[in-house]
Nanobody, 121 residues
Framework: QVQLVESGGGLVQAGGSLRLSCKVS????????MGWYRQAPGKQRELVAI???????NYADSVKGRFTISRDSAENVVFLQMDGLKPEDTAVYYC???????????????WGRGTQVTISS
């Protein structure tokens, strides 16, 4: 069974920084991409940042220049360094992995349970 476990959320003041981590455990053949999504109260879940197996990254416009996504492919860990945090960054942040359990299986989406990030003004 594939599990994603996030850590690093918390409460910080505006302008501060947080670093989120997410580790994929369980049996996977390959991970095509890993990313972070967030969901604020009353809003839909949105993509924050994604990084592919080849290292290509993509960010939501709202976080470009402030957030940095990186991964340790050997350990199946993805990080999200968040600097210059704003109150509007407050949300539950979810880790996502697009992975194949076997060589010839389809790519499936796996999700963590989420970690709360709260930014005070």
């Amino acid at each position: 069974q594939v599990q994603l476990v996030e850590s690093g959320g918390g409460l910080v003041q505006a302008g501060g920084s947080l670093r989120l981590s997410c580790k994929v455990s369980g049996s996977v053949f390959s991970i095509d991409a890993m990313g972070w999504y967030r969901q604020a109260p009353g809003k839909q879940r949105e993509l924050v940042a994604i990084i592919t197996k080849g290292g290509t990254t993509n960010y939501a416009d709202s976080v470009k220049g402030r957030f940095t996504i990186s991964r340790d492919s050997a350990e199946n860990v993805v990080f999200l360094q968040m600097d210059g945090l704003k109150p509007e960054d407050t949300a539950v942040y979810y880790c996502n992995a697009r992975a194949r359990r076997l060589r010839y299986s389809d790519v499936d989406n796996y999700w963590g349970r989420g970690t709360q990030v709260t930014i005070s003004s």
